[in-house]
């Protein structure tokens, strides 16, 4: 009888022990998943602001691209201008005389122009056609007039 009461406490006491192993190896498990979720949240988090900043690169390298085309054609633009107004060459001295004074005139007109927008509109209310009146002046004397020295031949 002794050999089976110590069977039966052998085995009462390997299933108590084994239970116990097993509720540790769940609980450790628990803990492990939850530092996993934890560690992947993280992750995930940290992918997401890697996107957002990749993006962001991207939006600027954009801008930097448009930029670039946007004065890279203003000075072709110039430089077509430039090489045609040179490819003209002399006529008629009329000719010359009204070709000469269609930028002067034209100057001054614009010039009028913004002084009577300046003077006859609201400054509080209408300050971008202000603005822009006095751009389209200034713009056109200074590239209509800007390098207009007299040539060297």
Request: hydrophobic share 50%; aromatic share 10%.
């Given at each position: 009888?002794?050999?089976?009461?110590?069977?039966?406490?052998?085995?009462?006491?390997?299933?108590?022990?084994?239970?116990v192993g097993t509720a540790l190896g769940?609980?450790?498990?628990?803990?492990?998943?939850?530092?996993?979720?934890?560690?992947?949240?993280?992750?995930?988090?940290?992918?997401?602001?890697?996107?957002?900043?990749?993006?962001?690169?991207?939006?600027?390298?954009?801008?930097?691209?448009?930029?670039?085309?946007?004065?890279?054609?203003?000075?072709?633009?110039?430089?077509?201008?430039?090489?045609?107004e040179a490819a003209i060459g002399q006529?008629?001295?009329?000719?010359?005389?009204?070709?000469?004074?269609?930028?002067?005139?034209?100057?001054?007109?614009?010039?009028?122009?913004?002084?009577?927008?300046?003077?006859?509109?609201?400054?509080?209310?209408?300050?971008s056609i202000i603005e822009t009146a006095?751009?389209?002046?200034?713009?056109?004397?200074?590239?209509?007039?800007?390098?207009?020295?007299?040539?060297?031949?």
């Amino acid at each position: 009888m002794a050999d089976i009461a110590g069977l039966a406490a052998s085995a009462a006491g390997g299933g108590v022990f084994g239970l116990v192993g097993t509720a540790l190896g769940r609980v450790a498990g628990f803990f492990e998943r939850r530092q996993t979720m934890k560690h992947e949240t993280a992750r995930w988090a940290h992918e997401v602001d890697l996107i957002g900043m990749q993006q962001a690169a991207a939006r600027q390298e954009t801008e930097a691209e448009l930029a670039l085309t946007d004065a890279t054609g203003r000075w072709d633009g110039l430089k077509a201008s430039m090489t045609a107004e040179a490819a003209i060459g002399q006529s008629y001295l009329w000719v010359d005389a009204i070709r000469g004074l269609t930028r002067p005139v034209l100057t001054m007109l614009l010039w009028l122009i913004a002084t009577g927008i300046w003077f006859g509109t609201d400054p509080e209310g209408q300050t971008s056609i202000i603005e822009t009146a006095t751009f389209a002046a200034t713009a056109a004397t200074l590239w209509w007039f800007g390098d207009r020295a007299p040539r060297s031949n």
